[in-house]
């Protein structure tokens, strides 16, 4: 993303505005009707010539900031925020997690758990903030034990985002499944199917469930159930595969979206595919590859392929 030119075309637009805003009482023949007009205009003048002020201050601060996010060189957004975090002791939300995610591109895991130390001792609220990206770490470096106690932890605290609690929930059932302990990552993924209110939630549970668990729990036709009505809430929302595609390029640009990306890939194909044709051959080449986050652990190309990460990781400026 160029980030200048859209604050350079921001600022034009702006600076359109108020010569329009300044001109027009000029173009009104009636000079008392020019002098109210005035009286009109001149604070909205001032209120958008403060916002271009602060915009031009903001853009210069951030300036090198800016300049390595559009560049995408990691190594070197990872030392200017070491500079402002650990030097300067800033432990805000914005530079926390984009330094997060910048260790997270380059696998750098050691380094995130390092900064999550940090960042937990100076200022408890930005790693409840971050708990996806903290969590994650864990999983793709093959810790899931320690991810699973990690994300049960914060989920009892109660002190999570809305937006990121389902998620984090879903991560805690990821965790256990690739640690084989499938009776509590069947657990969550059975009530994510069928009550999650993000269909991408609601699918990749549905998927895992018919495609996985169901194959290993004492309760197949449960799991199976759940898979369908997952399957049918999604459809009832997402009309078809562009409309899945669509869903799922609002949320790439976060880290743990992108560190799952394949399988939410695959959960689409399955959704959107018609049921009970495939062939024996079919399912078991599915089986075969779900079951290989646990066998192959943290080597899974999925899970921790680098080029795959930084491939699909697109960080951008936390709100």
């Not at 997952?230 to 949320?251: M, P």
């Not at 024996?280 to 899970?303: L, M």
Request: with cysteine; aromatic share 14%.
């Amino acid at each position: 993303m160029k980030f200048k030119y859209l604050i350079i075309a921001f600022s034009i637009l702006i600076v359109f505005f108020l010569l329009i805003t300044a001109l027009l009482p000029l173009l009104i023949p009636d000079q008392a009707q020019a002098v109210n007009l005035r009286y009109v205009t001149s604070p909205l003048l001032f209120f958008m010539s403060a916002i271009l002020v602060c915009l031009g201050i903001f853009f210069l601060f951030n300036y090198r900031l800016f300049l390595l996010l559009e560049r995408e060189d990691w190594p070197a957004l990872a030392y200017y925020l070491e500079q402002k975090v650990f030097v300067k002791n800033r432990y805000n939300n914005r530079y926390v997690r984009l330094l997060a995610s910048s260790y997270m591109v380059m696998s750098d895991y050691p380094s995130v758990l390092k900064l999550e130390n940090k960042a937990f001792l100076v200022k408890k609220s930005v790693v409840e903030k971050n708990v996806l990206i903290f969590g994650s770490a864990r999983v793709i470096s093959g810790d899931y034990k320690g991810a699973a106690t990690f994300f049960k932890t914060h989920l009892e605290k109660g002190r999570l985002r809305r937006q990121d609690l389902e998620w984090i929930r879903w991560f805690y059932g990821f965790s256990w499944l690739l640690g084989s302990t499938f009776d509590k990552a069947e657990h969550e993924f059975l009530s994510m199917a069928v009550s999650s209110s993000d269909a991408i939630i609601s699918g990749i549970s549905a998927y895992f469930l018919a495609n996985n668990l169901a194959n290993k729990s004492l309760r197949q036709q449960d799991c199976l159930s759940a898979a369908e009505n997952g399957r049918d809430r999604v459809l009832s929302v997402l009309k078809d595969f562009e409309g899945w595609e669509k869903e799922v390029k609002k949320a790439e640009t976060e880290i743990h979206i992108a560190i799952i990306r394949k399988y939410i890939d695959e959960a689409g194909v399955w959704l959107f595919s018609p049921r009970n044709t495939e062939t024996a051959d079919e399912q078991q080449e599915t089986d075969g590859r779900i079951t290989g986050i646990h066998e192959h652990g943290a080597s899974h190309a999925v899970i921790s392929d680098k080029k795959y990460i930084q491939e699909r990781s697109k960080i951008k400026e936390p709100e």
